[in-house]
């Protein structure tokens, strides 16, 4: 097992300085850094491997087919997902969310029903839904989130009430990429089972944090981006369960995701193929396979224990601030921390930070509604990952102490 | 030529393609099934005539490169006279064939296609006219596809 | 000026054996290699500046932002479009297709509309329009492509009565994937526009080829992808002119591509973010602003002569080949050559190839209708691009000479 | 802390910032428009009262950082009293002072903005009031935006 500190000479990016100090990245909630492996996986790929996949007979094509192919069934290892048709490729959890949002919804939502979603989501698991509602004629109905007695998690007891037969769809987020809430997404599947509603976890900000298993959430759809978890930009997943994937409607539409086409129509392939029209970002999902290498190398049970305790310092360390208003659970949480001054905004946190070599993030982290349900207009956010360090927050606690005497006077 | 593809093509192969047996639309067929390969093109349709459970004939026509189309021969010689379950266990033979290259010796004609093994992306030619074959036994007049993820 | 054969020490992947041959890679049009400074400029970006892009005010985020942004106007100019604005960054041509077969069709089409396109499509640019006319009632027509005299371009005469004012759409490819046939889009554009549909160029095959200038051509819409002309995989690009896509709604929604989020509704962001949800490929935008420096060094119209000049040798010296069947016109063509022969199927010609270290491509090449129209099953494809000699063309001939003796003895 | 810095949260930005002027709405306003900055949520309304072609009094209102919110306080002090011609020109050099760092000398206050141009991720911060309030003049009651390609 390597030590956290040999994890950071794996990352390229982070042995430079920035503004004359060393590189502090805690903005891994937006994205994060890349390993030498997956850097490396993509150079070989262009410089060995580079053709098109799937319909081609020589043998580049076929190597490239049998590497795409390969990452394909990685990633469905990754996730324990049955079989490795379930899982799509897509550009990230964006395209994933909408594919279910349209393919899904249009089949199945009629006037009367119900979309339920939860009002800590991310923009990209939040318009979607509001679309598809739109187009249908569904209501779309949110799970609150608690406020000061039980900082940021859902109100569960709501779903008595909420969970009515006629949801039809339940999407929800494995970790807020604003609160740090971890959801109890298990449970949540189980309850929408239970009044068949179908399930679709928005894990952007789960799967390259901890163990993660498909089969044991029971969720249907799941979606992620392969940029936060060491991967590529540009590739992302659908997870599907098979069932549902066969019987749902392509949603692009073009070469490769077709069996027979005539001037008049066409016949589609089963998934994934079905869902993934056009020349695939091959490079990509190449090196999202590696990505999981990386992190399977690495433990994932101990990259949680590592990220969140991370977050859990952060917390205690930032809330000694004056006058600071740090959001979401105080005790268990995912690998980030967001808070807020009354009179400092964070975008002018966020230049200081820069300064001091810091990359930090802030802003509303597409989240408006929530932020303007909790009073804020944006938080400063510090998310962490495998290369950070203890150090680190202390580095950023000095900064906010810097920034704050500035402002303060 | 390489050893490879002398294994591929063998002179069984070679003449079942330039000759193919039992080609066109079987008029007494009573099941039908076509196979498609989406990503190459090809094309197969399978007749049977199913009396009970046993194939009295069968044909097969479509369109597509010497392994499939030679598979596809070859594989309507051996299914004549055979039930549902010879058929499906010669199937499993030549799936296995195709797939290790283990071929036993007493099977010299399926067992042409033992050089399928080192080309991968053909396997699906090969074994596209069986899946036709199956799929009409199973009476299940739906197209079939090799393009499945566990070919 | 490099001269052709310094050319080939640009691209790593050419220096292979394959079989024990050299490689001589002529499936091009599938999907180009890609030059060294390409492969170098994505690992920068993973080693330096990687970070998510628009959000962010830290040291990364705005070096990852400029250099996507500049990617933009990088590829602008390429296109000479009027502002960069009107690129939208999509996974490659067949997504930028659906984007306009869904956002512009949906508001547009209704019964009675007649969308046309041509019999020589790609299914990329064709089952898109289906569905698009499909949802709407709108007919689908088709401009015939010409048989043995003027054998693989479109018949211009059909125009006069095809292009009546019912048209509201009409899609075309530049080049034809299959045929080689180069189309006069400048002609079809005007065309169209006299009659006032709406023009979508489809440039797959010829933006890597050949100058391109989107407001010569006078188009609406233009679709390529990045990874045939040098480029990375994921990364593609959606041309629009700017008051068309001002009008247009959103296909995919999320972070990224609004202005205000309530738990009601969204407003959307002028485009190009209103056409990017969620996090964009930003390596792959980035290395396609360096493809387009490197063709541009290159000199796009010395390609031209290089790609097309290649193509008329090719289509010389094969048709000397015993009953084969060369497509498309005699004369001048694109950068390939597909043929055909009755006795000897293309997945066989292209297995013997592979032994002889050729990478060519055999099958119906994503045009299933035009190819039952021609009579053929599928045909091998060689497709050249600025790396390939006229001793590859020899190659080529040879092993098609030894693949037929086999097969006919 | 760095020189650049220092350049950027001038005195009098601070200053704006912690003691905005003309905050709030203006309850004899006849014109309004309101300002977003969709990256960084930065929202600014401007009020103006508007007389003939001049602006009699106006206000401002939103929130974001400090050089958003100083920003528009100082522009509120600048244009009582201008036409719109003179508001447009006044913007044109602010425009020019937060673009290229090159302040005239007797502009001392917008002059302060000058920093800014070494931060050119908040050029849209310093120019979302001033654009909320030539919208405003141009009776254009719509939401305007400071996200555009050309900022
Ligand atoms: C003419 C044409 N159109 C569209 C496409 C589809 O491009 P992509 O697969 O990159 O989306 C291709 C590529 O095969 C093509 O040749
Ligand atoms: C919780 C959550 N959902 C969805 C997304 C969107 O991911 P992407 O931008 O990669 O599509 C993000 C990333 O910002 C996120 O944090």
Redesign the pocket.
């Known amino acids: 097992m390597p030590t956290w500190k040999d994890v950071r000479a794996d990352f390229p990016i982070l042995h430079q300085q920035v503004n004359g100090k060393p590189l502090v990245y805690l903005d891994n909630?937006?994205t994060s850094q890349k390993p030498r492996a997956v850097i490396d996986a993509l150079v070989k790929y262009y410089e060995r491997d580079n053709s098109n996949v799937h319909r081609g007979l020589h043998a580049l094509s076929m190597r490239a087919t049998d590497a795409y192919e390969g990452a394909r069934a990685r990633i469905a290892k990754f996730i324990n997902a049955a079989d490795s048709a379930e899982i799509i490729f897509t550009r990230?959890?964006?395209e994933s969310i909408n594919i279910v949002a349209r393919s899904w919804a249009q089949a199945h939502l009629k006037p009367g029903d119900v979309v339920l979603t939860t009002e800590m989501e991310?923009h990209?698991?939040l318009v979607p839904w509001q679309q598809a509602a739109k187009a249908s004629g569904a209501a779309l109905k949110y799970v609150p989130v608690l406020g000061t007695n039980a900082e940021g998690g859902l109100d569960l007891a709501s779903l008595d009430t909420l969970l009515t037969p006629q949801v039809k769809l339940f999407a929800f987020?494995h970790i807020s990429?604003t609160l740090g809430t971890i959801n109890p997404v298990a449970e949540l599947c189980r309850r929408a089972r239970a009044v068949g509603a179908v399930t679709v976890i928005?894990a952007?900000?789960s799967i390259g944090h901890a163990p993660l298993d498909v089969q044991e959430l029971g969720c249907d759809f799941l979606a992620f981006?392969g940029?936060?978890m060491c991967g590529p930009t540009g590739i992302?997943v659908l997870y599907g369960r098979r069932a549902l994937l066969d019987k749902l409607a392509p949603d692009e539409t073009g070469g490769g995701m077709v069996v027979n086409v005539t001037y008049q129509g066409a016949t589609w392939k089963p998934a994934p193929e079905r869902f993934e029209a056009g020349t695939p970002h091959i490079a990509g999902a190449i090196g999202l396979g590696v990505a999981c290498d990386y992190l399977d190398g690495l433990d994932r049970a101990k990259i949680r224990e590592h990220d969140d305790g991370l977050a859990r310092i952060a917390y205690e360390k930032l809330s000694a601030l004056p006058d600071i208003r740090v959001l979401g659970p105080k005790g268990e949480r995912g690998g980030l921390v967001s808070f807020a001054f009354p009179d400092v905004h964070a975008h002018d946190v966020v230049t200081f930070a820069d300064e001091d070599g810091l990359a930090v993030r802030g802003g509303h982290h597409?989240n408006q509604p929530l932020m303007r349900k909790l009073g804020l207009t944006s938080t400063t956010r510090a998310s962490f990952y495998v290369y950070n360090t203890a150090e680190e927050i202390d580095v950023l606690v000095a900064s906010m102490r810097r920034t704050l005497k500035f402002f303060r006077g | 030529m390489s050893a490879d593809l002398t294994e591929l093509y063998q002179q069984v192969i070679l003449d079942h393609n330039r000759r193919p047996r039992n080609r066109g639309r079987l008029p007494t067929a009573n099941r039908v099934a076509h196979g498609d390969n989406p990503s190459c093109g090809d094309q197969c349709s399978v007749y049977l005539q199913l009396e009970g459970d046993r194939i009295k004939d069968l044909s097969f026509d479509g369109s597509g490169c010497a392994i499939s189309q030679a598979s596809a021969s070859l594989m309507t010689t051996q299914l004549k006279g055979k039930t549902a379950a010879e058929a499906q266990a010669l199937y499993d033979q030549f799936h296995q064939i195709v797939t290790t290259g283990n071929a036993p010796d007493e099977m010299s004609d399926i067992g042409a296609f033992a050089g399928v093994h080192t080309f991968p992306a053909r396997i699906k030619c090969a074994t596209l006219g069986w899946h036709a074959a199956l799929n009409a036994l199973k009476s299940d007049p739906t197209t079939v596809t090799t393009e499945s993820h566990n070919d």
Do not use: L
């Open positions: 909630g937006a990230g959890t964006t991310h990209s698991n987020t990429n928005d952007a900000q981006s940029h936060k992302g597409c």
